[in-house]
């Protein structure tokens, strides 16, 4: 495999160079040997692409067995595709991008991009995977009113200037833009990737311009859909992964039907990658994933239940977890989180209240919420001292970390909070101390949660003891996850707990969209940053200065010709993220307890647990885990 890539920027110089080199003749799949033998499956050496990702291991494994998991909803059946992590661009572990579904990308200025396929590729149901899947997507997909009204995804928008689309050959397309776009790469490698092909053989049969009209209208009566439209993209979800019949690239396929409670993903045949011995990935030749509520989670992974689990479960559940390791056949193992935060709160800034939206744009309310906070109780109280104190922002071991942004407004000084609340004019107060709002309504902030574990509250408990010493008083409200964001997006919420900052690790190549109004999903400025993302369609254009500061030079590091460049800008942001307190952070580098079956192996027992980039476990490449005990391995075979 060879990469050739000449850009401007950095971190896309940062891709390897390796030469195809020799590797065992391929092994059949224990689990495929009678398919094949019968005819009804081609051998493994015909399943291969031509030039397959070789993965070089240091304990490379054996074909063979089920590795379990537990999920709290039956739609985290998306969550295999961030676990399998195949895409055409991944991160190792070391968070350098790589390409992995692609052969090679050519880059040029940073703004030619050209994406080569591995010749012999295919879907997981033996199609040819080539250019007319990116052509299907860009044509008749991404730019098509009918399936996407808003238009193509904003990765493809630079400076207000579609990509240019072109198929070179059967395995060669490229993107291309005026301006550089240091975006479109990492949104390839994403743990929610930006999916620019689609299986246009499997696709097609839904679509207006390529269907018989009248099997598509019996197929959108029978569906109970309203439109042709509607049933495409109900079938066309690679990331929610809910459709068993749409092929995938990924390591396993869905096998069971939603909605259920226990999902089996059985092996691709036609996966792209092999380890130095010939043997096609992955090792395991099926996950099956059973569904628990959120609090059951714990007690199913303590009960030996799961072979590798972190989701559902919580540092609070790691002493009861290590006191089961001594029963079961699991370890405990303790990752590093990578996030800004591992909580923060989030004041909305576009909360429908006309009073209370002016108290959560002004900063000063905003310092005094995070003054009258006591980090220290929590980190004592809550997780024995082990987490790192302050804001919401970088960690000490990224390089832009300057110790002033995570103890900007972060000591517990209840004495200016009062002051600050105080010269706001908030200065009237009820029988119980309550501070009055400029209308005469007590000053009662509901901080809403997703509901999902009793962290969160036990956290708030403690906030709410210090914030009554400032006249405020905390009520806590739970919901299911969709309802939160779903509050937080209408306005209806004052403010929120959630985790910070995604990626608390950058440096100055890292893409700094994070610490400006660009998304939605941020829960501190939902409508700014969907104003951002729908490019103006929808949402609410931010009207704080240092918001726009933030938009501008988000925008203006996509543009920077140096790394001394995108560092100031990045000390910017953090500076005004920093002093404006648009989220108040709590606490970060949190471990995350991370539970093996002690058979199965490839798991590190130190790594890093984040979502993007990272995708949980998808940088160290389960496809690669495998048991070492023979039993396991011949199990339902």
Same mark, same amino acid.
């Given at each position: 495999?060879?990469?050739?890539?000449?850009?401007?920027?950095?971190?896309?110089?940062?891709?390897?160079?390796?030469?195809?080199?020799?590797?065992?003749?391929?092994?059949?799949?224990?689990?495929?040997?009678?398919?094949?033998?019968?005819?009804?499956?081609?051998?493994?050496?015909?399943?291969? /692409?031509?030039?397959?990702?070789?993965?070089?291991?240091?304990?490379?494994?054996?074909?063979?067995?089920?590795?379990?998991? %537990?999920? *709290?909803?039956?739609?985290?059946?998306?969550?295999?595709?961030?676990?399998?992590?195949?895409?055409?661009?991944?991160?190792?572990?070391?968070?350098?991008?790589?390409?992995?579904?692609?052969?090679?990308?050519?880059?040029?200025?940073?703004?030619?991009?050209?994406?080569?396929?591995?010749?012999?590729?295919?879907?997981?149901?033996?199609?040819?995977?080539?250019?007319?899947?990116?052509?299907?997507?860009?044509?008749?997909?991404?730019?098509?009113?009918?399936?996407?009204?808003? *238009?193509?995804?904003?990765?493809? %928008?630079?400076?207000?200037?579609?990509?240019?689309?072109?198929?070179?050959?059967?395995?060669? %397309?490229?993107?291309?833009?005026?301006?550089?776009?240091?975006?479109?790469?990492?949104?390839?490698?994403?743990?929610?990737?930006?999916?620019?092909?689609?299986?246009?053989?499997?696709?097609?049969?839904?679509?207006?311009?390529?269907?018989?009209?009248?099997?598509?209208?019996?197929?959108?009566?029978?569906?109970?859909?309203?439109?042709?439209?509607?049933?495409?993209?109900?079938?066309?979800?690679?990331?929610?992964?809910?459709?068993?019949?749409?092929?995938?690239?990924?390591?396993?396929?869905?096998?069971?039907?939603?909605?259920?409670?226990?999902?089996?993903?059985?092996?691709?045949?036609?996966?792209?990658?092999?380890?130095?011995?010939?043997?096609?990935?992955?090792?395991?030749?099926? %996950?099956?994933?059973?569904?628990?509520?959120?609090?059951? @989670?714990?007690?199913?992974?303590?009960?030996?239940?799961?072979?590798?689990?972190?989701? *559902?479960?919580?540092?609070?559940?790691?002493?009861?977890?290590?006191?089961?390791?001594?029963?079961?056949?699991?370890?405990?193992?303790?990752?590093?989180?990578?996030?800004?935060?591992?909580?923060?709160?989030? /004041?909305?800034?576009?909360?429908?209240?006309?009073?209370?939206?002016?108290?959560?744009?002004?900063?000063?309310?905003?310092?005094?919420?995070?003054?009258? @906070?006591?980090?220290?109780?929590?980190?004592?109280?809550?997780?024995?001292?082990?987490?790192?104190?302050?804001?919401?922002?970088?960690?000490?071991?990224?390089?832009?970390?300057?110790?002033?942004?995570?103890?900007?407004?972060?000591?517990?000084?209840?004495?200016?909070?009062?002051?600050?609340?105080?010269?706001?004019?908030?200065?009237?107060?009820?029988?119980?101390?309550?501070?009055?709002?400029?209308?005469?309504?007590?000053?009662?902030?509901?901080?809403?949660?997703?509901?999902?574990?009793?962290?969160?509250?036990?956290?708030?408990?403690?906030?709410?003891?210090?914030?009554?010493?400032?006249?405020?008083?905390?009520?806590?409200?739970?919901?299911?996850?969709?309802?939160?964001?779903?509050?937080?997006?209408?306005?209806?919420?004052?403010?929120?707990?959630?985790?910070?900052?995604?990626?608390?690790?950058?440096?100055?190549?890292?893409?700094?969209?994070?610490?400006?109004?660009?998304?939605?999903?941020?829960?501190?400025?939902?409508?700014?940053?969907?104003?951002?993302?729908?490019?103006?369609?929808?949402?609410?254009?931010?009207?704080?200065?240092?918001?726009?500061?933030?938009?501008?030079?988000?925008?203006?590091?996509?543009?920077?010709?140096?790394?001394?460049?995108?560092?100031?800008?990045?000390?910017?942001?953090?500076?005004?993220?920093?002093?404006?307190?648009?989220? @108040?952070?709590?606490?970060?580098?949190?471990?995350?307890?991370?539970?093996?079956?002690?058979?199965?192996?490839?798991?590190?027992?130190?790594?890093?647990?984040?979502?993007? /980039? *990272?995708?949980?476990?998808?940088?160290?490449?389960?496809?690669?885990?495998?048991?070492?005990?023979?039993?396991?391995?011949?199990?339902?075979?």
């Amino acid at each position: 495999m060879t990469i050739r890539a000449a850009t401007l920027f950095t971190f896309l110089s940062a891709f390897c160079t390796a030469a195809t080199a020799q590797v065992a003749a391929p092994v059949e799949t224990p689990l495929f040997a009678k398919d094949v033998a019968a005819g009804k499956l081609s051998p493994v050496s015909a399943r291969l /692409p031509q030039n397959p990702r070789i993965v070089r291991l240091e304990y490379p494994g054996w074909h063979g067995g089920t590795m379990r998991v %537990v999920f *709290g909803r039956s739609k985290d059946t998306r969550i295999m595709v961030v676990y399998g992590y195949a895409r055409l661009m991944t991160y190792d572990a070391k968070y350098q991008l790589q390409p992995d579904i692609l052969a090679g990308v050519d880059v040029q200025q940073g703004r030619v991009f050209t994406l080569r396929l591995r010749e012999g590729h295919r879907w997981s149901d033996g199609t040819p995977f080539t250019s007319e899947d990116f052509r299907y997507w860009w044509e008749d997909v991404a730019n098509h009113k009918k399936l996407s009204p808003l *238009g193509a995804p904003k990765q493809m %928008v630079i400076a207000g200037e579609l990509a240019k689309f072109e198929v070179i050959d059967d395995h060669t %397309v490229r993107f291309s833009w005026n301006s550089p776009n240091p975006h479109f790469l990492p949104a390839l490698a994403s743990a929610t990737p930006l999916y620019i092909y689609r299986p246009a053989h499997y696709l097609k049969q839904f679509h207006t311009d390529y269907a018989d009209a009248e099997k598509l209208a019996a197929m959108v009566k029978q569906s109970g859909r309203r439109n042709w439209a509607a049933l495409h993209n109900r079938r066309d979800n690679q990331y929610k992964n809910d459709n068993p019949k749409l092929p995938t690239l990924q390591p396993w396929v869905l096998r069971t039907k939603p909605p259920a409670q226990r999902f089996i993903f059985e092996r691709n045949p036609y996966y792209h990658r092999i380890d130095q011995n010939g043997r096609q990935l992955p090792y395991a030749d099926r %996950v099956a994933m059973s569904v628990a509520a959120a609090g059951v @989670i714990p007690l199913k992974t303590g009960a030996g239940e799961s072979d590798f689990q972190a989701r *559902g479960i919580a540092f609070n559940n790691y002493t009861f977890l290590k006191e089961a390791e001594k029963r079961e056949n699991f370890r405990v193992h303790l990752w590093q989180t990578a996030k800004g935060a591992h909580l923060a709160l989030f /004041p909305n800034m576009n909360v429908k209240d006309d009073v209370w939206r002016k108290l959560m744009r002004d900063v000063k309310f905003r310092r005094a919420l995070s003054l009258a @906070i006591n980090r220290h109780e929590i980190n004592q109280v809550i997780y024995y001292g082990l987490a790192l104190e302050g804001q919401n922002t970088v960690l000490p071991q990224s390089p832009l970390y300057k110790k002033e942004y995570r103890d900007a407004w972060a000591r517990f000084d209840l004495k200016q909070a009062n002051e600050l609340l105080d010269g706001l004019g908030l200065t009237e107060r009820d029988s119980r101390g309550v501070r009055l709002l400029p209308d005469g309504r007590p000053m009662e902030i509901i901080v809403e949660t997703a509901g999902e574990d009793t962290e969160q509250t036990d956290v708030l408990e403690l906030i709410h003891d210090s914030w009554l010493t400032a006249g405020i008083k905390l009520f806590t409200r739970p919901s299911q996850r969709e309802v939160f964001r779903n509050r937080i997006f209408a306005g209806e919420t004052l403010v929120s707990i959630w985790s910070g900052h995604e990626f608390g690790l950058p440096n100055a190549n890292t893409i700094p969209k994070e610490f400006a109004p660009t998304d939605q999903l941020q829960l501190q400025w939902p409508k700014w940053g969907q104003f951002f993302q729908t490019r103006a369609r929808a949402g609410e254009r931010p009207s704080d200065g240092y918001a726009l500061e933030l938009l501008k030079l988000n925008r203006a590091w996509g543009y920077a010709r140096s790394n001394a460049e995108r560092r100031d800008i990045w000390e910017r942001m953090l500076e005004i993220n920093a002093d404006q307190i648009y989220s @108040i952070g709590l606490v970060g580098a949190v471990p995350q307890p991370i539970v093996v079956n002690r058979n199965l192996r490839n798991v590190p027992e130190k790594g890093i647990f984040n979502w993007n /980039p *990272g995708a949980h476990f998808g940088v160290y490449m389960p496809d690669t885990f495998w048991f070492d005990n023979v039993d396991r391995r011949q199990a339902n075979r």
